[in-house]
């Protein structure tokens, strides 16, 4: 027995299972919903403090424990531009523009959460 060798039945069913794995990422990941993000929901200590529309740029200042996060919103997308923490972890994670896309300045306890639209799957969505 040559363990080395594909059948022509192993062959078609590794045909298959590659076809169905593309399928699966073009229809999951490849492409972007049709119904964008509107809105940015921002919370301060896990209670909601403002909802920001994506159609209207601007830079808001949000007051949380070590003081002010400044978040840009801008062409649909948003972001931390500044915020009083050592790490500025909230600021290199940059634009975030998916419904369910999030970013926190955990040390300032304020959260930013893209809604509205279609939340799309990631690598932690089950």
């Given at each position: 027995?040559?363990?080395?060798?594909?059948?022509?039945?192993?062959?078609?069913?590794?045909?298959?299972?590659?076809?169905?794995?593309?399928?699966?990422?073009?229809?999951?990941?490849?492409?972007?919903?049709?119904?964008?993000?509107?809105?940015?929901?921002?919370?301060?200590?896990?209670?909601?403090?403002?909802?920001?529309?994506?159609?209207?740029?601007?830079?808001?200042?949000?007051?949380?424990?070590?003081?002010?996060?400044?978040?840009?919103?801008?062409?649909?997308?948003?972001?931390?531009?500044?915020?009083?923490?050592?790490?500025?972890?909230?600021?290199?994670?940059?634009?975030?523009?998916?419904?369910?896309?999030?970013?926190?300045?955990?040390?300032?306890?304020?959260t930013l959460?893209?809604?509205?639209?279609?939340?799309?799957?990631?690598?932690?969505?089950?």
């Open positions: 027995m040559n363990l080395g060798l594909l059948t022509t039945a192993d062959k078609i069913l590794s045909g298959f299972i590659m076809a169905g794995l593309i399928l699966a990422y073009v229809l999951l990941w490849g492409s972007e919903s049709s119904a964008s993000a509107e809105y940015a929901e921002i919370e301060v200590n896990g209670k909601h403090v403002r909802t920001l529309s994506l159609d209207r740029p601007g830079r808001y200042a949000i007051h949380g424990r070590l003081g002010e996060s400044l978040i840009e919103v801008k062409d649909h997308q948003a972001r931390f531009v500044a915020s009083p923490c050592q790490g500025k972890q909230c600021i290199h994670m940059g634009w975030q523009h998916r419904t369910g896309a999030f970013a926190a300045c955990l040390p300032n306890r304020v959460t893209i809604a509205g639209g279609t939340r799309q799957w990631d690598s932690i969505n089950f």
